[in-house]
């Protein structure tokens, strides 16, 4: 299966989860999950949320953040990954000047 996001409408969000700024994305779902290519702008944030049913594995390509997760701050850079358990809450940051783009790939179980 090839999926090709450039065919994919981007959204923009405002406040992701009662977060800070904007975000912009495009997702791909299906019943196993979803996969979104996500641009968290500077001074923007995905505010505090749990994932009952699913695993958010977030891997960082480019830009700075920080992640909390079960009350556990994570330090994110390119190349870094952070995963919220199933049941777990988190909420992500962007703390630098440029975006923070990440893949990100809700797994339900």
Same mark, same amino acid.
């Given at each position: 299966?090839?999926?090709?996001? #450039?065919?994919?409408? !981007? =959204?923009?969000?405002?406040?992701?989860?009662?977060? *800070?700024? !904007?975000?912009?994305?495009?997702?791909?779902?299906?019943?196993?999950?979803?996969?979104?290519? *996500? *641009?968290? &702008? #500077?001074?923007? #944030?995905?505010?505090? &949320?749990? &994932?009952? %049913?699913?695993?958010?594995?977030?891997?960082?390509? #480019?830009? *700075?953040?920080?992640? $909390? /997760?079960?009350?556990?701050? !994570?330090? +994110?850079?390119?190349? %870094? /990954? &952070?995963? /919220?358990?199933?049941?777990?809450?988190?909420?992500?940051?962007?703390?630098?000047?440029?975006?923070? $783009?990440? +893949?990100?790939? =809700? =797994? !339900?179980?």
């Amino acid at each position: 299966m090839l999926i090709d996001f #450039s065919q994919i409408k !981007e =959204v923009k969000i405002p406040g992701m989860n009662d977060g *800070t700024g !904007e975000m912009s994305a495009r997702m791909y779902m299906d019943e196993q999950g979803k996969i979104i290519p *996500t *641009t968290i &702008h #500077s001074g923007g #944030s995905i505010g505090l &949320h749990k &994932h009952p %049913t699913s695993d958010d594995i977030n891997y960082m390509i #480019s830009g *700075t953040g920080k992640a $909390v /997760c079960n009350g556990q701050e !994570e330090i +994110l850079n390119a190349g %870094t /990954c &952070h995963i /919220c358990k199933k049941g777990s809450k988190h909420s992500i940051s962007n703390t630098g000047s440029e975006d923070l $783009v990440l +893949l990100t790939f =809700v =797994v !339900e179980r």
